[in-house]
Structure formats: C-alpha cells, structure tokens
Nanobody, 129 residues
C-alpha cells in the first residue's frame, strides 16, 4: 500500500521551530517531486514548499521564504520541512504530497496541489503563546 505519513507537528510558541517529516512506505520517493501544503480552518489549502525529484529545485511560498527549508533524504525515503521563526498565522494542518516525475518534469516542482496524486493524513502545527 502506497502511503505518506507526516510527523513532527505540535504546539510551539511564536518564534519557535519545528521539523516536519514526510515518510513514504510502499514505494520509493526517488522518482517523485514532493510538496508541502497547509490548510488552516476556513481557508483553502495552500502550497508552502516543494522539492524536485533529485532535490535540485525547491520552491517556497512568499509567506514562508527565509523561514522554511525543504530537504530530502532519498536513502531514508523521507522529505523534511524545517520551519523556523514560527508565527501564529502558520497554524494549520500540514500535508505532504507526491507527484511522479517524468523526463520532462524531473527538475520541476509545483506549489499548486493539482498535480499531486498521493497525500498524507496531515500533522497539526499550532503556534500560540
């Protein structure tokens, strides 16, 4: 069974940090671009970061640039999202998703959720004092 599992969320004070993990089981992430998305109550799901198949391309939403860092360790079949300088507006459920790369797309990743086919169940991040 193909599955993505997020972990690492929690309650943190403003200015704090968390490291989210997205672990794959049942398939290898080697051939997939991975995106991180978040959804706050009453808001649409938004892309915050993504990383291409080999990790040579990363993209970030303007709201998280300079604070979030995405990385991948294909040997561990895991993608990470380091989130620093957390703000209350970062509070949301964070999801990771995978998109199969093709010869034309292997250096591309998208912040739109549309191309992504497999999704994890999400991990809650709450930023509050």
């Amino acid at each position: 069974q193909l599955q993505l599992v997020e972990s690492g969320g929690g309650l943190v004070q403003p200015g704090g940090s968390l490291r989210l993990s997205c672990a794959a089981s049942g398939f290898t992430l080697d051939y997939y671009a991975i995106g991180w998305f978040r959804q706050a109550p009453g808001k649409e799901r938004e892309g915050v970061s993504c990383i291409s198949m080999k990790g040579d391309t990363t993209n970030y939403a303007d709201s998280v640039k300079g604070r979030f860092t995405i990385s991948r360790d294909n040997a561990k079949n895991t993608v990470y999202l380091q989130i620093n300088s957390l703000k209350p507006e970062d509070t949301a459920v964070y999801y990771c998703a995978s998109r199969l790369s093709t010869p034309l797309l292997f250096r591309i990743c998208e912040l739109s959720p549309t191309p992504y086919g497999s999704w994890g169940q999400g991990t809650q991040v709450t930023v509050s004092s």
